[in-house]
């Protein structure tokens, strides 16, 4: 059949399970939302409230539901808008699809009115991206960016389309969407012998997961494998989820606010098994003084991750699934009782606590939403101390439960991307945890939040300042607190109430929970803004440079 470039759009989409796509219309994607609009029963589009946001929504709901996310913005600065949102999810290896418009192939090179690179502005940020000039390769190219966004390390692509190839006319043949190969022509025999060798043999072993072990879904081959070889499991920040926080195991989060369990384990263990991991800084500080005792074992999909930050003494290169798969079916059973015992014991001394009492803390906060909602909620955050304190103070036991911009560290990630993973996962409860900084950055989307009444539940962590960066003040710089003290506006509750949203001001424990309780209840989108001390701290903490051993603990 012969239709036009818009139309093979959609019936690429179609091809390829898309029901759901975020975007903002412009004039260079006119053509794809008139397609839209008449092909509305086959694809839903949700309408942001800024192209940022619509990268975000589709970078949480592909977190959220393991599908890939799909964005749609105009030219220029509508191409532009995209660009935080890509690079967030290129750092933390999320399958996404953005489609732009652009000006008119015989525009192209003319500085033409809203015209941008945007290819070359996003090379350093995509897995791959193009530029469309010919509607006979726009269906291919589609399904190509698709099978890249989903393939080996997942990532975002970009396809950009002129405006005239999205009118243009040729034929179209239907195609069914490509299965994906699994990476394992890269797993080596002699790879996974010297694996097995250095797991028989070690007496001190440490798991190190991964938000690779997410990504490829071999949460149960790392449960097998930490149990059969008697092995705690020390999560970053991406892996959180991917072994269950209430395992005797799990020692929780390693690196700078790690616990302290974590990070004595990984200088104390003699082989550090890395799953899926990338050694972040945030992760090793001290690459000289980073598990100074072990020898490690990295299985990875990414061989440019082998060796970029810290030496591998051994690895195996491919999907991770599949070499735990045949890890396990040769790994003999083992048990390190005087090492588990000594995980026990720090655990037992040096687990995350905060002060208990009557004032409204932010640990107090995820605790109680944790109880509330049985551990069964999806939590998005935003970046700064409120995610530490998500991450540390809520027992995540299911994978795609924690989503939360990592590599990048976006402020104003979290407000789009529980959108997209409350729409993405309608039957399940999504808590997005802010700070009053973050907030402030895209806090526009509770228009979208309200026009399509997305049950998202949003708690602001309000301490009247850059917390994070005014806890970095008060310790490295004199308690010089140079312009992160947010004096100023808007009163949350009342922005809230303007959208049509249900609105908390809270100070107090009580206030707290009775206001999160009917905000679950009533199964509507709801901001509660609380107010918490402006000095709280995320503790443990490693100063930069230090070892990871080496803890601010008070």
């Not at 903002?24 to 609009?37: E, F, K, Q, R, S």
């Not at 030496?311 to 195996?316: C, F, I």
């Amino acid at each position: 059949m012969k239709i036009n470039g818009s139309q093979i759009l959609i019936e690429c989409l179609a091809e390829q399970g898309v029901d759901t796509v975020f975007g903002y219309p412009g004039g260079a994607v006119l053509n794809i939302y008139d397609a839209l609009y008449k092909n509305s029963d086959r694809i839903r589009h949700i309408l942001t409230a800024h192209e940022q946001g619509a990268s975000h929504a589709a970078d949480g709901y592909a977190r959220a539901t393991g599908k890939v996310g799909v964005c749609i913005a105009t030219s220029g600065p509508g191409a532009t808008n995209l660009v935080t949102g890509i690079a967030t999810a290129y750092m933390d290896s999320v399958p996404m699809v953005a489609i732009t418009g652009n000006v008119s192939t015989s525009l192209l090179g003319k500085d033409s009115f809203q015209e941008v690179d945007i290819s070359g502005i996003t090379m350093p940020i995509t897995k791959h991206n193009y530029i469309v000039k010919d509607v006979t390769k726009l269906a291919d190219t589609i399904r190509e960016a698709f099978y890249i966004a989903k393939s080996g390390r997942p990532g975002p692509v970009l396809i950009d389309i002129p405006k005239d190839i999205t009118a243009a006319i040729c034929e179209f043949k239907k195609k069914e969407a490509k299965e994906i190969e699994k990476q394992v022509h890269t797993i080596k025999a002699e790879d996974l012998e010297k694996a097995l060798a250095l797991i028989s043999k070690s007496e001190r072993p440490l798991i190190y997961s991964g938000g690779g072990v997410i990504r490829s879904n071999a949460h149960e081959e790392l449960f097998k494998l930490a149990e059969k070889i008697d092995s705690p499991v020390a999560t970053s920040l991406m892996g959180i989820g991917g072994f269950p926080d209430t395992h005797p195991y799990s020692t929780g989060l390693i690196g700078m606010h790690g616990s302290k369990a974590s990070n004595l384990a990984a200088t104390e263990c003699d082989l550090l098994i890395a799953l899926g991991a990338r050694f972040s800084d945030r992760v090793i500080s001290d690459v000289s003084r980073f598990a100074p005792k072990a020898n490690i074992l990295h299985i990875d999909i990414d061989p440019a991750e082998v060796g970029k930050n810290v030496s591998a003494y051994s690895a195996v290169i491919g999907d991770l699934k599949e070499i735990l798969t045949k890890l396990l079916e040769v790994v003999p059973k083992n048990e390190h009782a005087d090492w588990i015992h000594q995980i026990k014991c720090w655990k037992e001394e040096f687990h995350f606590d905060y002060q208990r009492d009557e004032n409204l803390r932010p640990q107090f906060i995820m605790e109680s939403i944790y109880e509330e909602t049985d551990g069964e909620a999806i939590i998005t955050t935003e970046v700064g101390q409120h995610q530490m304190w998500a991450a540390q103070f809520y027992k995540y036991t299911k994978p795609k439960t924690f989503l939360s911009s990592g590599g990048l560290g976006t402020m104003g990630y979290g407000t789009g991307a529980s959108i997209g993973a409350q729409i993405g996962m309608p039957e399940c409860q999504v808590v997005h945890i802010a700070g009053d900084g973050s907030f402030r950055m895209n806090c526009n989307e509770l228009a979208t939040i309200s026009h399509y009444n997305v049950p998202v539940i949003i708690i602001i962590m309000n301490n009247s300042t850059l917390g994070m960066v005014r806890q970095w003040q008060t310790t490295f710089y004199e308690s010089r607190y140079s312009q992160t003290t947010l004096d100023r506006g808007p009163d949350f509750a009342l922005l809230a109430k303007a959208y049509g949203i249900q609105g908390y001001d809270i100070h107090t424990q009580e206030a707290f929970k009775e206001a999160f309780k009917e905000a679950l209840n009533a199964h509507r989108p709801a901001v509660l803004n609380c107010h918490i001390g402006m000095d709280e701290k995320v503790l443990p903490m490693v100063a930069p440079g230090a070892a990871i051993n080496d803890l601010i603990l008070e």
